[in-house]
């Protein structure tokens, strides 16, 4: 009896799985039917899940006439940067507070993790006053330095620090080494499961950032792709293979990015839960 009420649990998850796969799967479809389209058909009354006639050149168009490419450049510069740089400062700021000793160390980490419960919408007229008065209104510098602080990477690399056994960092210690060497040759190797999950998920949340460069671009040459997204119109309205081809451009380096290392991603998620793979 049980086991056929395991078996009919089996079979309802698989089911689910594959309603939600399809659903999630659909509009990717159809974005990529739309943009293989001739414009004309987009707009057509007549519904078809595929195109009557096929053509790219809606891509043509878009990489050759447009900003896109200037978009899909701007928008690897600026995610490169922003996990470069997150990366860099929360190891440091995860190790520091994991493994030495200072005081504030915990109150300046408490602070540090109330950043959770501030919403970044709240401090866009700060942010973007700083920046004026910086000049770096529609330069990556500006695009790039306010988000290169995450709260939720310091904690997660805290956390794995934190369960490594100190005898590493003493012998290390005993022959001499500093703390950045320690950090960097020691803790560093020993982490690079997570660091990778981390800078992955990262580069993804930077490249889809559209809220920020909104708020601090106002230049065409200075948009990132979702930001740029918005501005696929002309005089004739808006062309939707086009837009949908711009858009897929778009998400192609995302989507590449994540099935070349998913693997590591899976283990640096299954490391920081203390799980095994």
């Given at each position: 009896m049980r086991r056929h009420a395991g078996l009919g649990?089996?079979?309802?998850?698989?089911?689910?799985?594959?309603?939600?796969?399809?659903?999630?799967?659909?509009?990717?479809?159809?974005?990529?039917?739309?943009?293989?389209?001739?414009?004309?058909?987009?707009?057509?009354p007549v519904f078809h899940w595929l195109p009557r006639h096929w053509t790219l050149e809606a891509y043509g168009k878009v990489l050759g006439a447009g900003n896109v490419p200037r978009w899909l450049f701007n928008s690897a510069l600026v995610a490169l940067l922003v996990t470069v740089i997150t990366m860099a400062l929360s190891l440091m700021a995860a190790y520091a507070f994991s493994q030495m000793r200072f005081r504030g160390r915990d109150a300046l980490f408490l602070l540090a993790m109330l950043a959770f419960l501030l919403p970044f919408e709240a401090l866009l007229v700060p942010l973007f006053r700083m920046m004026n008065q910086l000049g770096l209104i529609n330069t990556y510098a500006g695009i790039v330095l306010p988000q290169v602080v995450s709260p939720v990477v310091i904690y997660v690399f805290r956390q794995f620090f934190d369960a490594i056994p100190t005898d590493f960092r003493e012998a290390a210690i005993l022959d001499g080494a500093s703390p950045w060497r320690v950090l960097w040759s020691v803790y560093l190797p020993m982490s690079g499961n997570i660091v990778w999950a981390m800078a992955i998920v990262t580069f993804i949340a930077a490249w889809n950032n559209f809220l920020w460069p909104f708020i601090i671009v106002t230049s065409n040459d200075m948009m990132t792709i979702p930001l740029g997204l918005t501005q696929t119109y002309d005089a004739f309205g808006v062309r939707y293979a086009q837009l949908m081809a711009a858009a897929l451009l778009g998400a192609l380096p995302v989507a590449l990015a994540y099935v070349?290392?998913?693997?590591?991603?899976?283990?640096?998620?299954?490391?920081?839960?203390g799980l095994k793979g």
């Amino acid at each position: 009896m049980r086991r056929h009420a395991g078996l009919g649990w089996t079979v309802v998850a698989a089911a689910t799985g594959i309603v939600l796969a399809a659903l999630w799967v659909a509009p990717l479809l159809w974005a990529l039917s739309t943009s293989l389209r001739p414009e004309y058909e987009t707009i057509s009354p007549v519904f078809h899940w595929l195109p009557r006639h096929w053509t790219l050149e809606a891509y043509g168009k878009v990489l050759g006439a447009g900003n896109v490419p200037r978009w899909l450049f701007n928008s690897a510069l600026v995610a490169l940067l922003v996990t470069v740089i997150t990366m860099a400062l929360s190891l440091m700021a995860a190790y520091a507070f994991s493994q030495m000793r200072f005081r504030g160390r915990d109150a300046l980490f408490l602070l540090a993790m109330l950043a959770f419960l501030l919403p970044f919408e709240a401090l866009l007229v700060p942010l973007f006053r700083m920046m004026n008065q910086l000049g770096l209104i529609n330069t990556y510098a500006g695009i790039v330095l306010p988000q290169v602080v995450s709260p939720v990477v310091i904690y997660v690399f805290r956390q794995f620090f934190d369960a490594i056994p100190t005898d590493f960092r003493e012998a290390a210690i005993l022959d001499g080494a500093s703390p950045w060497r320690v950090l960097w040759s020691v803790y560093l190797p020993m982490s690079g499961n997570i660091v990778w999950a981390m800078a992955i998920v990262t580069f993804i949340a930077a490249w889809n950032n559209f809220l920020w460069p909104f708020i601090i671009v106002t230049s065409n040459d200075m948009m990132t792709i979702p930001l740029g997204l918005t501005q696929t119109y002309d005089a004739f309205g808006v062309r939707y293979a086009q837009l949908m081809a711009a858009a897929l451009l778009g998400a192609l380096p995302v989507a590449l990015a994540y099935v070349l290392f998913q693997r590591r991603v899976t283990h640096g998620f299954l490391a920081a839960t203390g799980l095994k793979g």
